[in-house]
């Protein structure tokens, strides 16, 4: 089981339709991470937020907007995706932000699976 | 900027044999390594951890210890099992701006019984 939990687990969705990627940890964590995985591939940083405020853009498209609502709670809002955008998305969260010590562990969790139409 | 090399399978075994995958790194200053398990369906998972010199991360049988003077990170399991067939990860965290998780390309392991 993980600590930390993404919903939905599969989404499909049209390239015109507006969806939302939840991500929630209860471990007390203060940073919390959006990637994206292609097949065979390890994940690419996209966001990074640190104490609720968003700290990293790895320059991603605006198509895909992040919101952290509290410190347990992360959202990515997607709009007007384009078929490469086909991926797993994962969230990931650790105690401290990576800057601090560079030692903390990210959890992940077990991501969303989105497909675009 | 840091940098990590591990050897990109596919690793075929049987069961009860040794595994050894090779991982090397890049950094500026003193990172920490970490070794990551993707199971198939899944996220990411910590498997060890070593933050620095000579430490030796462990865990349900893996093991891979720090060796600065060779940057490397090998993972290595004595006898493996059906169920540790996953994809593995190599990462690195460095200090201050380094601090990014910085990923290798992965490995696929197959265990065939």
């Known amino acids: 089981d993980t600590e930390v939990t993404q919903t939905p687990k599969h989404l499909v969705m049209g390239m015109t339709n507006k969806k939302s990627l939840k991500c929630e940890q209860h471990?007390?964590?203060?940073?919390m991470y959006w990637y994206k995985q292609k097949a065979k591939k390890p994940p690419e940083l996209m966001f990074v937020?640190?104490?609720?405020?968003?700290?990293i853009n790895e320059s991603v498209p605006s198509r895909f907007s992040p919101e952290c609502p509290n410190s347990s709670l992360l959202n990515l809002h997607l709009h007007a995706l384009q078929p490469e955008d086909s991926a797993l998305y994962l969230c990931?969260?650790?105690?401290?932000?990576?800057?601090?010590?560079?030692?903390?562990?990210?959890?992940f969790g077990d991501g969303t699976r989105l497909s675009i139409l | 900027g840091n940098s990590v090399t591990q050897m990109e399978g596919p690793v075929t075994l049987s069961e009860e044999a040794f595994l050894t995958i090779n991982c090397t790194y890049t950094?500026?200053?003193?990172?920490?390594l970490f070794w990551y398990v993707q199971y198939p369906g899944e996220g990411l998972q910590l498997l060890l951890k070593?933050?620095?010199?000579?430490d030796k991360g462990s865990n349900k049988g893996f093991e891979a210890t720090y060796r600065k003077e060779t940057t490397s990170f090998h993972l290595e399991k004595g006898s493996v099992q059906v169920s540790d067939s996953a994809v593995y990860f190599c990462?690195?965290?460095?200090?201050?701006?380094?601090?990014?998780?910085?990923f290798g390309k992965g490995t696929l392991l197959t265990v065939n019984p």
């Open positions: 070593a933050t620095k010199a000579d």
């Open positions: 990931a969260s650790s105690r401290v932000p990576q800057d601090a010590y560079g030692d903390q562990p990210q959890h």
């Open positions: 950094a500026t200053g003193y990172p920490s």
């Open positions: 990462a690195l965290s460095g200090r201050g701006s380094n601090y990014k998780l910085t």
């Open positions: 471990m007390g964590h203060r940073a």
């Open positions: 937020y640190s104490y609720e405020k968003l700290s």
